[in-house]
């Protein structure tokens, strides 16, 4: 019976410890989904700013005719 005892105690460690790992992984896997939707919000930020910066300059390189060696 004492073996039995000890093999559930030890079961009951392993998942303590996995629950553990588990929130750990799910907190840093939120933490990384929050910086990734930044990073979206900042390289939309940054196109929409360098286009702005091509219609002021007049230079939009779609318009301009191809090179004369084409």
Known sequence: MADLER???????RLTFID????????ADAEQAMRLVALERVLHDLRAELASLRT??????HSE???PHY
């Open 7 to 13: 093999r559930l105690e030890e079961l009951e460690v």
């Open 20 to 27: 553990d790992t588990v929130a750990a992984l799910a907190a």
């Open 56 to 61: 002021a300059q007049g230079s939009d390189p």
């Open 65 to 67: 005719p191809p090179p």
